[in-house]
C-alpha cells in the first residue's frame, strides 16, 4: 500500500512555471507506475501524465506535450510534475496517483491510489 501527498500548487501567469511534487510512504514506490491527473470544476479528471516504474518512459496528454516534464526519485519516494508555458485552461485540481498496471495507463480506474490534490491556478 502507497500514502500520496502532493504539494507545490498556486497561483501563477500564464507562460509562467511551477513545479509539483508528490510524495510517496512506504517502501514499495519502485513498484508502481506513477501518473497525474487534473481535474478542473464541472469538468472530468483527465490524465496528464504518466512514468514508469524505473523512469525510464514517459508518456503525456497531448494537451501537455511539450510543455510538461513528469520526472521520479525512487530513493526520495517523490514524483515531480515540472509545468512550463503554462496556460489558464491548466487551471484544475492536480492528482498524483499510483498503479501496478504498466506502460503508462491513462485511465484513472486503473489507479488504485490517489492523493488529495493540490489547486493549480493560471492567470491570464
Known amino acids: 500500500q502507497v500514502q500520496l501527498e502532493e504539494s507545490g500548487g498556486g497561483l501563477v501567469q500564464a507562460g509562467g512555471s511551477l513545479r509539483l511534487s508528490c510524495a510517496a510512504s512506504?517502501?514499495?514506490?519502485?513498484?508502481?507506475?506513477m501518473g497525474w491527473f487534473r481535474q478542473a470544476p464541472g469538468k472530468e479528471r483527465e490524465f496528464v501524465a504518466a512514468?514508469?516504474?524505473?523512469?525510464?518512459?514517459?508518456y503525456y496528454a497531448d494537451s501537455v506535450k511539450g510543455r510538461f516534464i513528469i520526472s521520479r526519485d525512487n530513493a526520495k519516494n517523490t514524483v515531480y510534475l515540472q509545468m512550463n508555458s503554462l496556460k489558464p485552461e491548466d487551471t484544475a485540481v492536480y492528482y498524483c496517483?499510483?498503479?501496478?498496471?504498466?506502460?503508462?495507463?491513462?485511465?484513472?480506474?486503473?489507479?488504485?491510489?490517489w492523493g488529495q490534490g493540490t489547486q493549480v491556478t493560471v492567470s491570464s
Open positions: 496517483a499510483a498503479t501496478t498496471v504498466r506502460y503508462g495507463s491513462r485511465r484513472v480506474y486503473e489507479y488504485g491510489y
Open positions: 512506504g517502501r514499495t514506490f519502485g513498484n508502481y507506475d
Open positions: 512514468v514508469s516504474r524505473t523512469g525510464g518512459s514517459q
